[in-house]
């Protein structure tokens, strides 16, 4: 068995996992990258996977016993966005959104969590979302996987706590990522749309995100830290200013 800790994270091709995956790297941690994409980080064990495939995540989790024989922390960062009004959504896009974001995390939980509970330590970090605390319009299937897997979080942490395994997530505001290009070539919305709304006035940086995961993962920082949904959004859920009075108060 490996001396070193080991961080399993997926989605870590691009945008928040990517740099999550650099942090904790810088931080001491061996990686188990699983991506359905090539990973190009040729210090970690990268794996080709879909996390919303059983047979794919249980082989990713053999694979991770093979090459290491531990597992300390898991970070569920892999999602997918999808922008459309309700009635215009399919089953077929329902179902996916929630397999990715939501069934993924399920299963990497139960197979990771399992070795986590064996050892009798460990942390979960899961990378939720502003709009898994509340209601963003057009993203009916989007929003219910991250309110879901908040509640897989806080489940988790209560089942799981009492045994020395840790669940919190993450829930970051709008991040300039791949995904917000993506999603803003769809003409769904532009970047003062989010800058306005936001108290502190701009995007969040994948870093942002990745050092409170940093923060989560780490029993000397957070070790009484369980069952959390850390914001990290810059002030975007604690606002409930009206458009004008936010932006006045920004500019006194």
């Given at each position: 068995?490996?001396?070193?800790?080991?961080?399993?994270?997926?989605?870590?091709?691009q945008g928040i996992g990517r740099r999550v995956a650099q942090v904790l790297?810088?931080?001491?941690?061996?990686?188990?990258?699983?991506?359905?994409?090539?990973?190009?980080?040729?210090?970690?064990?990268?794996?080709?996977?879909?996390?919303?495939?059983?047979?794919?995540?249980?082989?990713?989790?053999?694979?991770?016993?093979?090459?290491?024989?531990?597992?300390?922390?898991?970070?569920?960062?892999?999602?997918?966005?999808?922008?459309?009004?309700?009635?215009?959504?399919?089953?077929?896009?329902?179902?996916?959104?929630?397999?990715?974001?939501?069934?993924?995390?399920?299963?990497?939980?139960?197979?990771?969590?399992?070795?986590?509970?064996?050892?009798?330590?460990?942390?979960?970090?899961?990378?939720?979302?502003?709009?898994?605390?509340?209601?963003?319009?057009?993203?009916?299937?989007?929003?219910?996987?991250?309110?879901?897997?908040?509640?897989?979080?806080?489940?988790?942490?209560?089942?799981?706590?009492?045994?020395?395994?840790?669940?919190?997530?993450?829930?970051?505001?709008?991040?300039?990522?791949?995904?917000?290009?993506?999603?803003?070539?769809?003409?769904?919305?532009?970047?003062?749309?989010?800058?306005?709304?936001?108290?502190?006035?701009?995007?969040?940086?994948?870093?942002?995100?990745?050092?409170?995961?940093?923060?989560?993962?780490?029993?000397?920082?957070?070790?009484?830290?369980?069952?959390?949904?850390?914001?990290?959004?810059?002030?975007?859920?604690?606002?409930?200013?009206?458009?004008?009075?936010?932006?006045?108060?920004?500019?006194?």
């Amino acid at each position: 068995m490996s001396e070193q800790k080991v961080a399993v994270v997926t989605g870590a091709a691009q945008g928040i996992g990517r740099r999550v995956a650099q942090v904790l790297a810088a931080e001491g941690y061996a990686l188990a990258l699983l991506d359905r994409q090539p990973v190009p980080d040729g210090d970690a064990f990268s794996y080709a996977g879909d996390v919303s495939s059983q047979a794919d995540v249980t082989a990713f989790a053999a694979a991770v016993d093979d090459r290491f024989g531990r597992v300390d922390v898991l970070v569920n960062n892999a999602g997918i966005a999808f922008i459309t009004p309700l009635e215009e959504t399919t089953l077929e896009d329902w179902q996916r959104v929630l397999d990715v974001n939501l069934t993924g995390p399920f299963l990497l939980s139960r197979e990771f969590g399992r070795r986590m509970l064996a050892a009798g330590e460990g942390a979960i970090v899961n990378i939720a979302s502003v709009a898994g605390l509340r209601g963003v319009a057009d993203r009916a299937a989007y929003n219910t996987s991250k309110h879901g897997l908040i509640g897989l979080t806080r489940t988790l942490a209560a089942e799981w706590g009492g045994r020395g395994v840790r669940v919190n997530a993450v829930c970051p505001g709008w991040v300039k990522t791949e995904m917000d290009v993506e999603s803003q070539a769809s003409g769904a919305y532009g970047d003062a749309d989010i800058t306005n709304h936001v108290p502190m006035g701009r995007f969040a940086s994948p870093d942002d995100i990745a050092q409170a995961v940093a923060f989560l993962a780490d029993p000397r920082r957070s070790g009484f830290v369980n069952g959390a949904a850390l914001s990290v959004d810059g002030g975007w859920h604690a606002d409930g200013s009206w458009q004008s009075l936010r932006l006045d108060a920004r500019a006194r």
